[in-house]
């Protein structure tokens, strides 16, 4: 079912108020036409056929019923006093029938006023036309239709409202071409002109009572192309014909022409003005597929330079490279002025560090910066010059020195955005039109806005990982002066170092893991905001958009609870009762991210394990697997198949976990030195050579067994981990 927003909710109402009250001034003036004796007001021209005064009677009801029903919300009350006043009405309308076919008269014609007028005339005095009657019926029918509680039939009511029209419509342009064709011993315009056009208000006041039911749906739709195409075509199919033909009569009365010249003119008439109508709305329907071909072309640019700014944590340079693309996709010249947030304490404005051009070379940093960037950012506030004047200098301009490099830049439009994160400005995106022959829309400046929103999320990202890393430079500092200071503490050191560097190694992963959740509730947010600014927000869509938010929120609320999990230190911590299989998914959660950006595919197989606890430390079973997880990524990354497997499965003992890779085993020479402290066999810098010697302690503490699975196609690592600490099982080798 369509959904009837307030404001187009009143604008119908409106309109069936105005066709209703159209139709009772109509019946009103009828009525003290037949009460003082006027035959103006009961027939308009003498030559015309009057107005019954039945007929005006069945008009005022009729339009106290669709005043009753003017909207689809009205009460059951209103619906059921609308339904009592169609039923009078038809009830005259078939006891006129009845009269017509029976012969019999059952002295309702006459019952208001006298018609000593419709003596001898085509029908008996005072009585309504059949054709007139039969409007009457129909109209009631669509009535009983739409107000039915059981179930609405609003197409087949609005079918029988379109009879109406149509047999109305016939008899008006009757007395409009002054033409009277006879069918048997009847005429079809012998409904009065003023009938005729008290029909056709009903008619769109029934209507426009349901503009969202029905076929009405699409005519009075005002967010479909469909629905304007619909209403033009509508409207011209019932003037331009009409008229046409009027003009051809016309000309022919006069003598200008004869009957078969007539023909042929009203077939070309018709013929340019709705070849005129289908190349006017062909205008209009390319226009904006012109339109939506821009807003796709920017959707997909915006997709694309997302991508960018999370590419890497070197946001200037990933910054450099998004103005590259986007410049002269939505710029000539693009300028991005960055406030060093390190060593700018005072809120100096810098110059712009980053600026590209397509047609000119881009100014020198020093005479740039009091430019637009530096209003943006004192301000921090957008602002939006859509075409350029002299006034336009004036205000981004703050001496004669600035206003003569504007001149020089020629601008004809210009966008400047800031970029702020929680309140904070970080700097300023500029973006300057020099051709003529396109200027900044609305739609480019909310683009721009978007861009700066996702920019101030990569900076900010960026600068929370330059916090990590160095808060993992200090950890590893103090742990280095640890271990001089105090030999005692060496194992604990070597544990925390072995955290951190897998840490490390997985923060790439960690940072798309939480930045894209962010980049999706930022996105979304900023999408409720403006609908909800500009009065588009339904509340379906608003649930929708919430549900959104909270599910990528808990998202990132798992990764931040895996990190801080295997972030502390927990040797001192008892052993205590886990879920074997919550813990190795939580551990994935946090490499996950890392896998899918380069193409490994990750197989789990925990179905064996479900809801089965074992005593353990957590933290401890995370660092392990995170270890044998970022050797099985750095091992497969150079295959051309890569893949990671991990499975469970229970015995009598315990829980056998196996992780295999696609690569293609550990060399018989290196295999004897894999467990040993310190030995890698990674480039220097890359690894400790702490990780397998280290999880092979941790799974001993825990009375397990980590070992090496020879002679498989592939490498194979396992850990075995006993259900409870009471006793040393005796494991089999697999």
């Known amino acids: 079912m369509a959904k009837a927003y307030p404001s187009q909710q009143l604008s119908s109402v409106k309109v069936v108020r105005i066709f209703a009250g159209l139709t009772l001034i109509i019946s009103f003036i009828v009525i003290i036409g037949w009460a003082l004796s006027i035959p103006t007001l009961k027939s308009v021209l003498p030559t015309f056929i009057t107005m019954k005064a039945n007929t005006a009677i069945s008009f005022i009801f009729c339009a106290i019923a669709a005043l009753l029903i003017e909207s689809e919300t009205v009460s059951a009350r209103r619906k059921i006093m609308a339904r009592l006043c169609v039923v009078m009405v038809m009830t005259i309308s078939f006891l006129t029938l009845a009269e017509y076919l029976f012969q019999y008269n059952f002295m309702i014609d006459e019952l208001l006023f006298p018609d000593p007028g419709g003596v001898g005339g085509k029908f008996p005095p005072g009585r309504l036309a059949p054709i007139t009657a039969i409007n009457f019926i129909l ?16 197409q087949t009511a609005q079918i029988a409202i379109f009879l109406v029209f149509i047999i109305s419509f016939q008899a008006f342009l009757g007395y409009f071409l002054g033409v009277t064709y006879t069918f048997g011993i009847t005429f079809y315009s012998q409904m009065a002109i003023h009938t005729t056009m008290a029909f056709v208000f009903l008619c769109l006041a029934y209507l426009f009572s349901y503009p969202n039911r029905g076929f009405m749906a699409l005519l009075a739709s005002c967010e479909t192309r469909a629905g304007s195409l619909v209403r033009n075509l509508t409207i011209a199919a019932i003037v331009i014909p009409p008229f046409v033909t009027w003009m051809c009569i016309f000309g022919e009365r006069l003598g200008l022409y004869d009957s078969n010249f007539s023909i042929l003119i009203r077939v070309v008439g018709n013929v340019i003005f709705f070849l005129l109508l289908v190349w006017k709305n062909g205008v209009t329907l390319h226009d904006l597929e012109i339109k939506d071909i821009k807003s796709e072309r920017r959707n997909a640019l915006l997709v694309h330079v997302a ?41 100096q404005i810098l110059a712009p560090d980053i600026a590209y051009s397509h047609l000119i070379t881009p100014p020198s940093p020093g005479s740039m910066h009091c430019f637009a960037p530096a209003k943006a950012i004192l301000t921090g506030t957008s602002f939006y010059i859509k075409k350029w004047n002299d006034s336009s200098a004036v205000q981004i301009a703050q001496s004669d020195e600035h206003r003569e490099i504007i001149r020089r830049l020629s601008p004809k439009s210009l966008i400047a955005v800031p970029i702020t994160f929680q309140g904070k400005i970080l700097g ?73 560097s897998a840490l490390g190694e997985m923060a790439s992963g960690i940072a798309h893991e939480i930045n ?52 502390r230190n927990s040797e001192d911590d008892p052993m205590k009762k886990m879920r074997l299989d919550i813990v190795i998914e939580e551990t994935i959660q946090l490499s996950r991210e890392r896998y899918n950006s380069y193409s490994i595919k990750l197989h789990t197989d925990l179905a064996a394990i479900a809801n089965i606890e074992i005593e353990g430390r957590a933290s ?96 194979c690592f396992v850990i075995e981990l006993p259900y409870s600490q009471g006793a040393n099982p005796s494991w089999p080798q697999l």
Not at 139 to 154: C, E, H, V, W
Not at 320 to 332: C, F, R, T
Not at 534 to 563: M, N, P, Y
Request: proline share 3%; net charge negative.
């Open 139 to 154: 109209f009631g029918f669509a009535i009983l239709l739409s107000t039915s509680f059981k179930k609405n039939y609003y």
């Open 307 to 347: 991508k960018e700014l999370i590419s890497s944590f070197d946001y200037r340079s990933n910054i450099k490279n998004v103005i590259q693309g986007i410049v002269p996709e939505m710029a000539d010249l693009c300028l991005v002025n960055l406030i060093d947030i390190d060593i700018d304490k005072d809120g």
């Open 428 to 500: 300023a995106f500029t973006a300057i039109l020099i051709k003529e022959e396109r200027l900044y829309e609305q739609e480019d400046f909310a683009w721009f806005e978007e861009l700066a929103v996702r920019t101030a999320t990569a900076i900010n990202n960026a600068l929370l990982y330059k916090e990590l890393v160095f808060q993992s430079e200090e950890k590893e500092k103090r742990a280095a002066e640890l271990v001089v200071a105090n030999k005692a503490r060496e194992e604990e050191i070597i544990f925390s170092t072995s955290r951190m």
């Open 516 to 567: 894209n959740p962010l980049s999706i509730i930022i996105m979304k947010g900023s999408q409720l905001i403006r609908k909800f600014e500009t009065d588009t927000l339904d509340q379906k869509e608003l649930e929708e958009g919430l549900k959104k938010i909270v599910s990528t929120a808990q998202r990132i609320g798992k990764v931040v609870k895996g990190l801080s999990s295997i972030s």
């Open 620 to 715: 401890q079973i995370m660092q392990v697997l995170l270890n044998l997880l970022n050797n099985a990524l750095d091992a497969v990354l150079p295959l051309p198949d890569k893949w990671i497997a991990i499975t469970a499965t229970p015995n009598d003992f315990g829980v056998v976990i196996t992780m295999t890779d696609s690569g293609y085993g550990i060399p018989h020479q290196v295999l004897a030195k894999i467990m040993q402290p310190f030995f890698t066999t990674k480039e220097a810098g890359m690894g400790t050579g702490l990780g397998l010697s280290i999880s092979k302690r941790m799974i001993e503490e825990h009375q397990g067994q980590f070992y090496y699975q020879k002679n498989l196609d592939h490498t």
